[in-house]
């Protein structure tokens, strides 16, 4: 299990079945993954049930879902579709910058261990990410998602 989910889940049974296979961190995905750990926090740090699926979730999210762009190296997440990665990120997506942040500054081992600092480091590559979002848009305003890879400016406005 890479700790990843799709964006339809089905909690109508006795059991929990999923609607599809696609796994976005952006639009119908963000709010899942920014939960795990803000109910793991809200509730005192008790349930750590919250907080193993929140790490489990993010290192699925860094192993299959992290990417480069070229040239400049900026760091995005993308997404899966029927098992194929679609190099685009949602605006929706920045919020995991922070809660990278936000995850490795609360982690359990410490702010100094090699989790705590992997998260912590590809947060602030990704914030940087969307820094630019806006900052190569002529209004300042980011668009709604870019693409990776097929241009030779890193990303296209989507």
Known sequence: ESGLYPTMIYNTKQELS????????GAMGDSFYEYLLKV????GKREMKYRRMYDKSINGILDKLIHMSRPNYLTYVAELKSG???HKMDHLSCFLGGNLALGAYTHPDGLDSLI?????RTGKQLA????QMYARS?????????????????FVKG
């Open 18 to 25: 999923f609607g599809n296979s696609e796994i976005s961190i």
């Open 40 to 43: 793991w926090l809200q509730g």
């Open 84 to 86: 194929s990665v679609i």
């Open 116 to 120: 705590a600092q992997r998260q912590l």
């Open 128 to 131: 940087y990410t969307c820094y």
């Open 138 to 154: 002529k209004s300042g305003l980011a668009p709604e998602y870019v693409k990776f890879g097929s241009a030779k400016d890193d």
